[in-house]
């Protein structure tokens, strides 16, 4: 049990200076002052450590005691995480707003997971069988989508099951099993303990082979990210890194997302979890609260449990990795963790770097990008986890700190224009600056999907882009007329692509989600329009009779005129399309 | 009594600027209230900003001249700075730190409350609706206000931010007894603060309005205590007394520099262009204060206003309210130049509340689309101009001109509009739909074709 190890000799902001006793790790976790108030050590020199605590410090005083049980900050997981929300060191919010009320206060000690609450309980395996770290023993029905595999710890050993309970409902604190290591036995419970910091090992990494389907056609079609990759989506204020966030929350084929609101809006969270517990995955019929965590660290809690959020967001993510589930993990907003970072090297007067970031924020953002990946646990099973971090530029100046050492952890990256916002085209992600190193890992996957389509639609659309890119210059210092048609067509066809294809409402009921056969179909649909409209130029057909037709009109509808139950009607317009403009030619 | 609160200190070590600080004593706690009194009994109030072992950082509040580093008592009281609440406040005008200075007599509290506030638990937070109609055609139909929410304006030095947010407390007055303003006033000038008074009074809420003054000649520092004062007498009203309460800060970039003041005393490393790297938190820490809970009948909505330097959007206190709010309203010094009132450039700005609380059922069916096409094709409009500035109007297609046609009479038909003139949401998406007719059916492609069948003007 934590004992008094040292006393309070300075208190600035979040970060309290303890004079200790006797020997104290990096990492362990403090109790400070009367009120007990959640701290870690992340600093050590001589007897003097420097703790981060995680409540308001308001009122702590030199003299004030400190007390340690000398072990890490550490998560509960097991089940009961999903649908719940937690604050950035893992207490459930809705059972402190029980407690405390409206505003939260400080000192409150709550535990992780529900007590009481009985869970049923299917063991697979047996008495006597051998087990080792990882191995999964047993699951549980958390919710009708997931079924939480009972694990025996990371960083137990091996040995043998002496004991298994049988299938019935046993809540967490009860011993469902029994692992004999030999040098003695220990109790297994349905939850187990792990560091917040510290990664959980697994067998191999794997290259990942999937797309994470987002339903967001700018993201799967043209810069798509895999199942187990990290992309990054930096944006000045209100450029739709958040909705971006959300979408993928909603809608990404993800078996569980990990939500961490880092930082940010109160509001933002209530939209979530109101939003979640009406919204159905179009995959399964079932809610989505059912897949999802939530970390909520909003920009008025304190900012030491800011810097936890994220870790203790991956390593939730990681043990559903290790069940062999690919999990999606949103960091929103991951510049926000690093500010706190800032903030708390500053309080320890620590010697900073550019913009006052410590030297070690390279060093951390790798650390955490790590962890992102595919892998083969160490059960067996395959898992992965992708990571989606915004980064919130400051003055949308991708220049800075932040986000020019994110670029060099992630491989997908998501750039959101604000000239495309303010003219309220979003997503706002940029076709110019944006671009996905996962095209050749995912390639099979839509290749399967799209008779072995999509990469040349792709390549084309984007070369199309670019150099529309440089037409708008020549545009600009001479106008359009001079152009040549088959120029002119090239303007055409990349405002079509933008309008009725890039632009995507996430608050359209239609539009909000968009299949991968749909996109496909709408994809096609405009690279028929371009092919065949070349071909009518060529023999005299005038621009503004393709732009004024019927098809066009209709192409440019056809994201919202189809629902998902309405693609074969699609596909026979998207057939038609040649034909139609076939008619313009008299 | 607390052992402490009966400590008192008769030696300042050091007094630098608005700080100084206290050696030989024990029992300081972080961020609590201590009270200095001289030798003739006056008395000042602080907060200490660090403690340590036999030593304090006190922030002083009221500012230090004529502060002595002898003949001063110091207490450390033993809690955070306080204020005391009531509903007798409405009417009242104070100081920066909730002193009465309309020569009425101190209000009797019926709480008292801290005045740093403690975070709304998110779980507790109820999702703003019901969308508060300004009668601004560019904010109810562009980028709507909705109760609950918080949304600055982002203007320059001279442009008239303050009658526009005098304009919506006139015009956004319910019908409601519940209603009540309370406006902080950081450095501003006594004008500005006379003009609000003055416009309270002609529209007659001057009783439902509290008023929190720490004008320009008010030493820097009492101006980072003035806003939370407020939103802590504005939180008693709303969820204790179930009011719904309209919050005016001004101005925030006023604020930003006192924090600044106060972080370059202490010798801090500053983020960018001398701000502390936790302005952001800091600034959080006022904006959130806004919203509403979850089973009670009140709400706080901010309107907070801030002057940018330079009409810089990018610099930091913009840039990170930006961050924070719930969208802004840009003020545009173009547009004013050219005599267009309210200023309002629509592209920058933002209502971020606006998509869950219009549309059918909640305004009108074709409000979003409307409002998303009137962007679009707007900021089309703004690309045309800038190629005609080059290659000259004679070269523009027929289709360009259309759209500098409708470009023009946005702005000076919708945009513009009179300081008194209210329009009605009905109104002003009919005008909305008079002016995209501008264009030709198909460019609307925002817009369903149900809705343009429906309401667009000119038939083919
Ligand atoms: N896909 C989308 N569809 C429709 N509207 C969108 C979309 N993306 C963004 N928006 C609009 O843009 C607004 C701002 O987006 P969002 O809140 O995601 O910005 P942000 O980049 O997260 O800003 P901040 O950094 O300040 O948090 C939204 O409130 C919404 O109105
Ligand atoms: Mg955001």
């Known amino acids: 049990m934590a004992e008094l190890i040292g006393k309070i000799i300075r208190v600035n902001g979040p970060v309290v200076q303890i004079r200790c006793q006797s020997n104290l790790k990096m990492l362990d976790m403090v109790e400070v002052g009367d009120e007990k108030l959640v701290g870690e050590i992340v600093r050590l020199k001589e007897n003097i450590a420097y703790a981060q605590v995680y409540e308001d410090t308001t009122s702590l005083k030199a003299g004030d005691p400190v007390y340690s049980d000398r072990m890490p900050l550490s998560l509960e997981l097991g089940p009961g995480l999903i649908g719940n929300i937690f604050d950035g060191i893992q207490r459930p919010l809705e059972i402190i707003r029980k407690q405390e009320g409206d505003f939260i206060s400080r000192g409150l000690h709550v535990s992780t997971l529900e007590r009481e609450k009985k869970w049923h309980f299917i063991p697979l395996k047996k008495q006597d069988e051998k087990v080792q770290p990882g191995d999964i023993i047993g699951e549980v029905e958390e919710t009708s989508l997931i079924k939480h595999k009972i694990m025996i710890a990371p960083d137990a050993g091996e040995g043998i099951l002496s004991y298994i309970a049988d299938e019935g409902d046993y809540s967490v604190d009860e011993t469902i099993a029994e692992l004999d290591t030999g040098k003695g036995k220990y109790d297994v419970k349905m939850y187990h303990k792990w560091a917040v910091r510290k990664q959980r090992p697994y067998r191999n990494r794997i290259p990942p082979q999937q797309p994470l389907i987002t339903g967001q056609r700018v993201i799967d079609a043209l810069f798509p990210v895999a199942k187990g990759g990290c992309v990054a989506v930096p944006g000045g204020f209100g450029t739709g890194k958040t909705v971006v966030q959300h979408q993928l929350a909603k809608w990404s084929d993800a078996d569980v997302v990990v939500f961490v609101g880092c930082g940010e809006r109160g509001n933002e969270m209530t939209d979530v979890l109101t939003n979640f517990t009406k919204l159905v995955d179009p995959r399964t019929g079932k809610l989505l609260l059912e897949r999802t965590v939530f970390i909520a660290n909003t920009s008025n809690m304190p900012v030491a449990a800011r810097e936890a959020s994220i870790y203790t967001g991956i390593t939730i993510a990681e043990y559903f990795r290790d069940m062999g589930y690919d999990v999606a993990l949103m960091a929103d907003s991951t510049s926000r963790w690093a500010e706190a970072l800032r903030e708390l090297s500053g309080r320890m007067e620590e010697i900073p770097l550019e913009e006052g970031f410590p030297a070690y924020l390279p060093a951390r953002l790798a650390e955490f990008y790590e962890r992102a990946g595919r892998v083969i646990c160490l059960n067996g099973q395959t898992g992965s986890i992708t990571v989606i971090a915004s980064v919130s530029p400051p003055g949308g100046d991708f220049t800075e700190p932040v986000t020019s050492h994110t670029k060099r952890f992630i491989r997908c990256f998501w750039a959101l224009d604000r000239d495309l916002a303010y003219s309220r085209h979003y997503p706002a992600i940029s076709w110019i600056d944006s671009y996905s190193e996962y095209v050749d890992d995912i390639k099979n996957w839509w290749d399967t999907h799209t008779d072995g389509k999509w990469l040349g639609h792709r390549s084309m659309i984007l070369d199309l882009l670019q150099k529309e890119q440089r037409l708008q210059q020549i545009v600009k210092l001479i106008g359009a007329d001079v152009l040549p048609n088959t120029q002119k067509l090239i303007l055409e066809t990349c405002l079509l692509f933008k309008n009725a294809f890039l632009q995507q409402s996430a608050f359209d009921d239609t539009d909000t989600y968009c299949s991968a056969r749909k996109q496909f179909l709408m994809f096609d649909a405009i690279i028929k329009f371009h092919n065949k409209s070349e071909e009518l130029i060529k023999e005299g057909v005038e621009i503004p009779e393709i732009r004024e037709s019927q098809v066009y009109q209709e192409i440019v509808r056809m994201k919202t005129k189809y629902t998902e139950k309405q693609l074969n009607e699609l596909e026979k317009f998207v057939d038609s399309i040649e034909e139609q403009l076939e008619q313009l030619k008299k | ?460």
């Open chain 2, 1 to 460: 009594m607390n052992m402490h609160n009966l400590r008192q200190y008769t030696e300042l070590e050091e007094i630098a600027g608005q700080l100084f600080v206290i050696k030989n004593i024990h029992n300081a706690g972080y961020n609590e209230l201590v009270e200095i009194t001289e030798e003739n009994g006056t008395v000042r109030i602080g907060v200490t900003l660090e403690v340590g072992e036999g030593y304090a950082v006190v922030q002083v509040l009221g500012g230090t001249t004529g502060l002595s580093l002898k003949n001063c008592k110091i207490r450390f009281k033993g809690k955070p700075l306080e204020i005391g609440v009531s509903s007798d406040m409405l009417g009242r005008i104070f100081d920066g730190l909730g002193n009465p200075i309309d020569g009425m007599p101190k209000v009797v509290p019926e709480e008292i409350m801290n005045v740093n506030g403690t975070a709304m638990n998110p779980t507790a937070r109820a999702y703003p609706e019901n969308i508060i109609e300004t009668g601004i055609s560019t904010i109810d139909v562009m980028n709507t206000l909705v109760r609950g929410q918080k949304l600055p304006f982002f203007s320059g030095s001279g442009l008239p931010h303050d009658m526009i947010a005098a304009q919506i407390v006139r015009q956004a007055r319910v019908k409601e007894e519940e209603f009540c303003i309370v406006f902080a006033g950081m450095g501003i000038k006594y004008d500005t603060a006379r003009f609000f008074i003055k416009s309270f009074e002609e529209t007659g809420v001057l009783d439902n309005v509290i008023m929190f003054l720490s004008l320009a000649d008010s030493p820097s520092l009492t101006r980072l205590m003035t806003p939370r004062f407020a939103l802590t007498a504005a939180e008693f009203l709303a969820f204790r007394k179930d009011m719904h309460v309209l919050v005016v800060l001004t101005d925030m970039s006023n604020y930003c520099e006192a924090l600044r003041e106060l972080s370059t005393m202490r010798g801090e490393i500053p983020a960018r262009k001398g701000y502390p790297g936790y302005l952001y938190s800091d600034l959080a820490s006022i904006y959130e204060r806004a919203g509403r809970i979850k089973d009670k009948k009140g709400s706080i909505t901010q309107i907070p206003i801030l002057t940018m330097p330079n009409d810089d959007i990018t610099h930091p206190v913009p840039d990170l309210t930006g961050y924070i709010t719930e969208g802004q309203i840009v003020v545009d010094r173009e547009l004013h130049a050219r005599g267009i009132y309210p200023p309002i450039s629509v592209l920058p700005s933002l209502s971020r509340l606006m998509k869950d609380n219009i549309g059918k059922g909640k305004t009108r069916e074709d409000h979003p689309g409307l409002a998303s096409q009137l962007f679009a094709s707007y900021a089309r409009t703004r690309d045309i101009k800038s190629i005609a500035s080059i290659i000259g109007e004679e070269e523009l297609s027929d289709l360009d001109h259309l759209y500098l046609k409708f470009g023009e009479e946005f702005e000076t038909k919708f945009v513009n509009q009179g300081y008194n003139e209210r329009r009605t949401l009905e109104e002003s998406l009919e005008l909305g739909w008079d002016i995209i007719s501008i264009l030709p059916e198909e460019e609307l492609i925002r817009i369903s074709q149900q809705q343009i069948k429906q309401r667009y003007r000119y038939k083919k």
